[in-house]
């Protein structure tokens, strides 16, 4: 079904009032009986993790992304090596990314976690001045347009925010969902507006005015079809001169990162709707009954 978790929500209270019709008060009395309960089980993960984070936060520092691009860097390199090191020491093959930067390199380390692109990556090799290595896992090409990159093609990046931070965009993972196409491309007045084709198992996790990472920058979206799965958005005069996104046309792959609150929530109201289900099961019976 293309039907988000929330759309399905409404359509079983819509389902089940209709079926107590005057009955308000039966319906009421459920929801008071029965609601505090599924409520609590189905945010029950997303409380536990929030809890967890807090508590970590008190002894570590925890880092991601924000969307919020620093720079524009440029693709030096993308090659496949035959004699990469592994980690007991013996040789193996890998995808290793040479870019050239600039801001983001600034306190940089060996290990730390680089958004290229909308994927977050990890510093490999710093030794060249104005440079970074990331090793590219098969994973990560199969996911992203990473494969399509040459020597000479612009990437976004950005380092590494710590969490609860100051945010202009959005909590960004760097763990790409997949690709979109872009469709169609234009302009409105001094915006430039795109719109994007996305894979069906990721559409549902996109809505009208919610966030979005493409290419690893924060937008916002604009129009969704879950039933051709394609969304828009505009870029407006300012972020059109700092992302890679602007240049390229119809035709081009984006790396697609949806909103990750759109997937706890997902997860948490699995477990509503099973208890809505359940609810209105009883009312069938109380009606009989009645």
């Known amino acids: ?11 079983t209270i819509t389902k089940t009032m209709r079926i107590v019709g005057g009955r308000q008060d039966l319906f009421l009395a459920l929801v008071a009986a029965c609601g505090c309960a599924f409520m609590a089980h189905a945010f029950s993960p997303a409380i536990t993790t929030t809890t967890t984070m807090m508590r970590r936060n008190n002894n570590h520092q925890h880092y991601m992304f924000t969307g919020i691009v620093e720079e524009m860097g440029e693709v030096v390199e993308l090659a496949e090596k035959d004699e990469m090191t592994l980690w007991d020491g013996s040789k193996g093959k ?17 290990g730390c976690s680089i958004c290229v692109s909308g994927v977050c990556l990890t510093a490999t090799d710093l030794s060249v001045p104005g440079q970074f290595k990331v090793g590219v896992a098969p994973e990560t090409l199969r996911r992203t347009h990473f494969p399509e990159l040459q020597a000479g093609d612009a990437v976004n990046l950005e380092r590494a925010s710590e969490i609860g931070g100051r945010n202009s965009g959005h909590f960004v993972q760097g763990h790409v969902d997949g690709t979109g196409e872009i469709i169609e491309k234009w302009k409105d007045e001094d915006s430039l507006c ?27 979206v604009v129009d969704v079809d879950t039933t051709e799965n394609w969304f828009t958005l505009m870029l407006i005069d300012y972020t059109q001169k700092h992302i890679v996104v602007t240049p390229k046309e119809v035709g081009d792959k984006v790396n697609i990162e949806v909103d990750v609150l759109g997937k706890y929530s997902q997860s948490a109201m699995a477990a509503v709707l099973s208890r809505l289900e359940a609810l209105e099961a009883k009312v069938h019976t109380l009606e009989k009954q009645l």
């Open 194 to 220: 795109f719109k994007f084709r996305v894979d069906p198992d990721v559409i549902p996790y996109i809505v009208p005015k919610g966030f979005i990472a493409v290419d690893g920058t924060s937008l916002t």
């Open 94 to 110: 890998g995808t290793e990314m040479t870019i050239k930067a600039d801001a983001v390199l600034d306190g940089a380390y060996l």
């Open 1 to 11: 079904s293309n039907s988000s978790p929330t759309s399905n929500i409404h359509h």
